[in-house]
């Protein structure tokens, strides 16, 4: 059983960086697969980013590539999403997840097991 706590999240101006948290219990957080996904208001959860236990790699979408960054620290059952360049379309409800690691890193959100309650961030133009 695993429990994730998002936080970090604000209010910034477009063009500004936030850095989320994920603090999680649990004495297993190492041999999970850990994700970050966003929801906008009225759209669907959207895949963000995942990274290994191992922390080697990790993989994003597209629209965040080059501006956002996944890392987890195993030492502090942390998982982190650095965001940075940060556009008003960016705006969501920030939420982490995480699945026992199984070598695949998927971006359906169907898949995993754990979530936390999310955190906003708001973007301004």
């Known amino acids: 059983q695993v429990q994730l706590v998002e936080s970090g999240g604000g209010l910034v101006q477009a063009g500004g960086s936030l850095r989320l948290s994920c603090a999680a219990s649990?004495?297993?957080?190492?041999?999970?697969?850990l994700a970050w996904f966003r929801q906008a208001l009225g759209k669907e959860r959207e895949f963000v980013a995942a990274?290994?236990?191992?922390?080697?790699?990790?993989n994003g979408v597209d629209s965040v590539k080059g501006r956002f960054t996944i890392s987890r620290d195993n030492a502090k059952n942390t998982v982190y999403l650095q965001m940075n360049s940060l556009k008003p379309e960016d705006t969501a409800v920030y939420y982490c997840?995480?699945?026992?690691?199984?070598?695949?890193?998927?971006?359906?959100?169907?898949?995993?097991?754990?979530w936390g309650q999310g955190t906003q961030v708001t973007v301004s133009s």
């Open positions: 990274i290994s236990w191992s922390g080697a790699n990790s």
């Open positions: 649990g004495r297993t957080f190492s041999l999970y697969t």
């Open positions: 997840a995480g699945r026992l690691y199984d070598g695949t890193k998927p971006r359906t959100p169907q898949v995993y097991d754990y």
